[in-house]
């Protein structure tokens, strides 16, 4: 049996600078990990996802601008995308898991299961602890539908060597919207089913709905309040039915894909066996990324009952992590201004409150809400569906929230990141000089 200080279950972003900390520091650590050192951003998620959504943006933008000098609309070889989409992922695994054991690391390709809250199995070895880190990340949650054996995930998006002509997406999250994006601007007929009226909760509602329209301006059929009921397989083709009371959806689809949400990752670990405590959100930890229930243990990243679910925020907790096994409580992670983007075309962002949670908190709100496309930087390049809605803090003159939808909405969600992290006043904010024509400089303009 090996002895280890510190024992990291999962070698994704979270877990990675977590045992990077620790390694460099000078305690012996190991990791484990059952499906590919980097886990999933690097391998499937969104470095792949980012190479589609690129290529798919290009095909809008190319589209906005028929008739305005534009000609020829070009067409996405799915083949030739994919290869190039590969080329970013072959071997990165293996690099990965090289890096950390150039730093000293031990590393294990295995499933990991708690034998008691010092031992953990490790495929055939056993290994012998005193700190552990939770990184394990999150997967799809079951639907419970008939059928459901033949509902795809992500990952098999992400693979694709050659695009269906027909998918469906379940669920009204930005994984659905994301890959409908991309498939649409690829020449796929595309439906998204959502159990409710609203979708992306956690954007601003003003602004998901116009994406809603964008989409459905780009050919893909959104049902909104149409909750699944099943999917069968008749022939080579799968049928899919959705909706409530008397208003039935039925789509005919070659491939359905599952974008309805995740749950922790945490099935194989015997996680009662330290006394973990664990809620549907994700293993319970406090300030210190400690899990609730045993001291000595760490959660961190997409695993964690944390606010986000975001790569950076996984480093940012990772890191936290190891600073508290390197010395007991001595930091602690700071989310505000954590930016989220939708990478569909066009994108959307949000930083900061939502309107709703910033009336909650009874702030003195003003509201900067601006239709974007006849602005100088959204109308060169034919943007039909650009906007704001920025929340200030009238009596602290700072920003508490940022949502913005549009070509660049990606890159300025990181100017109001910085503003409301940093707490800048408007008035400072108001007195940068930016550079002109670029979007940024309309950042002055969103400030009211």
Known sequence: MKKYDVIVIGAGPAGGSCASACAKSGLKVAMVEDYGFGGTCPL??????????????????????????????????????????????????????????DLGIDTYNAQASFVDEYRVN???????????????????VRLNVPGEEHI??????????????????IGGGFISFEFASVAAMAGAKVNIVHRSERVLKQFDQ?????LVHALGDAGVDIHLSSPLKSVNQEGSELMVRAGKNQKEVVINADMVVHGAGRRPDIDSLNLDKPGISVSPQGVRVNKYMQCIGNSRFFAVGDVADTPFALTPTGATEGKTAAANIIKFQSRTCEYSGTPKVVFSTPPLCAVGLLQEEAEENNINLRIIHEDMAEWFSWAIVGQKFAGCKILVDQDKDVIVGAHILGSGADELANLFAMAVRLRLSVSDLKKVLLA?????????????
Not at 122 to 140: C, N, R
Request: with cysteine; charged share 25%; proline share 4%.
């Open 44 to 101: 499937r998620g969104c470095n792949p996802k980012k190479v589609l959504t690129e290529a798919a943006g290009i095909v809008a933008q190319a589209r906005a601008l028929m008739g305005k000098g534009i000609e020829h609309v070009p067409k996405i070889n799915w083949k030739e995308l994919a290869r190039f989409r590969d080329s970013f992922v072959l071997g990165k695994k293996d690099k990965i898991q090289k890096a950390y054991q």
């Open 436 to 448: 002109y024509p670029t979007k940024g400089y309309y950042f002055n303009n969103m400030l009211g």
């Open 206 to 210: 003003d602004l998901s709905a116009r």
């Open 122 to 140: 490790a495929g055939s070895h056993q290994l012998e602890g005193v700190f552990f880190v939770l990184a394990t990340g999150i997967k799809p």
């Open 152 to 169: 795809s995930v992500s990952d098999d998006f992400l693979s694709l060597d050659s695009l269906p002509k027909r998918i469906c997406f």
